[in-house]
Structure formats: C-alpha cells, structure tokens
C-alpha cells in the first residue's frame, strides 16, 4: 500500500514458482491493483488509517467498483 495526502493505491501479488532457473525459484505476479483519490474528510485520516483503508479496498471480498474506486484484475 501507498497513501499520500491526496490518494491511496495498493497492490495485491502473489509469488509463484517459476520454469526459467533465477535466484529465488519464484516470480511475483500481479493478481489486482486499486487506486482512489481521497474525500476531504478521508486527506484528514492517519497515514495508517489511510493505508488500511487501501488494503480493505483491495480485499478481495469487497466491491470497489460500487465505490468509484479503480480496481483492476489481471
């Protein structure tokens, strides 16, 4: 996740295994990625408060769309 006083983004990955031989044996791979530009009620949170409502927006259960987030999945 990422927060700055205007907007949030995070990105979902996942480490998998990979045919060509590197250092680690694993590639990571992009599942999802959001971004969203803050309310003023939202500029005034945290940085904490705004990287954890990056990830809640990311989460796979919700439904960023329904929010007029840019969710996007690969």
């Known amino acids: 996740t990422d927060a700055s006083d205007y907007g949030i983004g995070a990105v979902l990955s996942q480490k998998q295994p990979t045919t060509q031989a590197d250092f680690s044996g694993q590639s990571e791979v992009v599942i999802a990625y959001c971004?969203?530009?803050?309310?003023?009620?939202?500029?005034?949170?945290?940085?904490?408060?705004?990287?954890?409502?990056?990830i809640v927006l990311l989460h796979p259960g919700t439904k960023g769309e329904e929010r007029g987030i840019s969710n996007s999945a690969l």
Not at 41 to 53: D, P, V
């Open 35 to 54: 971004s969203k530009h803050l309310t003023d009620t939202q500029i005034k949170w945290s940085t904490t408060e705004k990287e954890a409502f990056a």
